[in-house]
């Protein structure tokens, strides 16, 4: 009968669907196990390093990288930068450290370009203090990246990072 046909019908395509439904989760489910295990962990990706070559970078420019998906600053201090701020007077800064204990190598400042109030990121060469200002909510950094003005409770922070030779610079 035709009715009973129609079931049929109906019964089959509605089986095949199923089964094609079931087979391409199956795939995808697949893929992703393939795509996990082939990709780097997260603890590989939070190593990450990256090489600079400084002399790329003249003298009095800030150049930005990007490194862990954050920005990079990396600051060809000029000598008058480094005489000013070897000489700010520690008590007056909100999260005092000594400029020589931020810089490794006096003329080189390595830093993450993230403010410490909300995390926006700052210019260069900006701001009351000649180093680096956020215009989000007026953060003020002076040439050592030390919050000198503005509602950042800390000073930009300074990532792990070492100076191989003359003019290679590894962070990370």
């Excluded at 489910?29 to 070559?53: Q, R, T």
Aim: charged content about 25%.
């Amino acid at each position: 009968s035709k009715d009973n046909s129609d079931e049929r019908h109906t019964y089959s395509y509605l089986t095949t669907f199923g089964v094609g439904l079931a087979t391409a989760y199956g795939a995808k489910a697949v893929v992703s196990d393939i795509v996990a295990n082939v990709a780097p962990s997260a603890d590989v990706l939070a190593m990450a390093k990256i090489e600079v070559k400084l002399s790329d970078i003249p003298e009095g420019k800030n150049v930005t990288f990007k490194w862990r998906d954050k920005p990079l600053f990396i600051r060809h201090r000029t000598e008058a930068e480094i005489q000013r701020e070897l000489a700010v007077d520690l008590t007056t800064l909100r999260d005092p450290q000594n400029d020589a204990d931020r810089a490794k190598k006096p003329e080189w400042l390595v830093l993450l370009g993230v403010c410490t109030h909300l995390g926006c990121v700052p210019i260069a060469n900006a701001g009351d203090f000649n180093g680096y200002f956020c215009p989000c909510h007026g953060s003020h950094y002076d040439g050592s990246c030390r919050i000198r003005k503005g509602p950042a409770p800390l000073n930009l922070e300074i990532p792990p990072h070492e100076f191989v030779n003359e003019d290679l610079l590894v962070v990370g």
